[in-house]
């Protein structure tokens, strides 16, 4: 499996995982941590966001951005950590996926604290990164950041408020080259918060989950008047774009096809609900709404 497909996987394992939840694994208020290892690419970038940064001392296998994140050791990722290297590089804090509570309770054994992570919604992540303030003494750096994604958010609103709203459907997974094994953005988490924000109505809405996998009549259905597809970076070439976009010819009665309005976005912060969800959220604007923008 190629770095690009890995990365793929692991961005639907964590857009497929359950409710949103962010905690920090210790019964008391500690001294901020000095030594932290990264599991959750979301998490790292919010670290070095916040002012964090030098104190990361090793990051996931997926962990891309920022640029410094590149010169840490890799210590694995959601299903493959390596426990031996996390505990000789002596953290005193492990951030975690929430769904990983063996290792969890293998570093409670050995003293070292956890911050157990599942993404949610826009808010979920801003309250991640007040936790993670906290958590590392860099709770001026976490407020900043904070109100820096708020004042994105409240820009775009700005730049969409009183334009019409297109029933869009937000794909973020499907086999390549075919409408199978299709996941779309359903009425919870980040991804339809984004949208929301940046001026269109989902399609899905109405379902109270983060992923939905709609059959081809259910598509069909919904009639969907604009088609969005994201992608993180390196999954997808331009020219492998446009044969993409001719793969939705195949429901063709379907309103986004019939008017040439199938668009994909290619960047990794348009699936990590982190410090860019104000970037990620304009650059659904500007497909949305692209008259907001001239």
């Not at 000789?88 to 157990?116: C, K």
């Amino acid at each position: 499996m190629v770095a690009g497909q890995k990365k793929l996987v692991a961005v639907a394992l964590v857009m497929l995982c359950g409710a949103s939840l962010v905690r920090l694994v210790h019964a008391q208020a500690p001294a901020p941590a000095r030594r932290i290892v990264s599991l959750v690419p979301a998490l790292t970038e919010m670290l070095f966001a916040i002012g964090a940064g030098p104190q990361v001392v090793a990051v996931s296998s997926y962990d891309d951005f920022p640029a410094e994140v590149k010169k840490l050791p890799r210590v694995g990722a959601l299903l493959d950590p390596d426990l031996e290297r996390i505990l000789a590089l002596r953290p005193d804090l492990v951030v975690t996926y929430g769904s990983q509570t063996v290792l969890e309770a293998q570093f409670a054994r050995t003293g070292i604290r956890a911050f157990s992570y599942r993404h949610g919604g826009i808010d979920t992540a801003l309250q991640t990164l007040r936790d993670l303030g906290m958590a590392t003494g860099q709770s001026a750096g976490a407020g900043r950041t904070i109100r820096d994604i708020r004042s994105q958010l409240d820009g775009v609103r700005a730049r969409v408020k009183g334009r019409p709203r297109p029933k869009t459907l937000l794909v973020f997974e499907r086999q390549p080259r075919t409408l199978q094994g299709l996941y779309v953005s359903g009425g919870a988490g980040f991804l339809n918060e984004m949208l929301t924000i940046a001026g269109a109505d989902n399609v899905f809405a109405d379902v109270a989950r983060e992923s939905v996998q709609p059959s081809h009549e259910t598509l069909l259905t919904r009639a969907p008047e604009l088609i969005v597809e994201v992608r993180a970076t390196g999954l997808l070439a331009p020219a492998e774009a446009r044969e993409e976009q001719g793969t939705w010819s195949a429901l063709a009665s379907i309103p986004a096809v019939q008017n040439g309005r199938v668009h994909f976005l290619n960047a990794d912060y348009l699936v990590v609900p982190g410090p860019r969800l104000g970037l990620a959220t304009e650059a659904l604007a500007r497909v949305i709404h692209p008259d907001a923008y001239k």
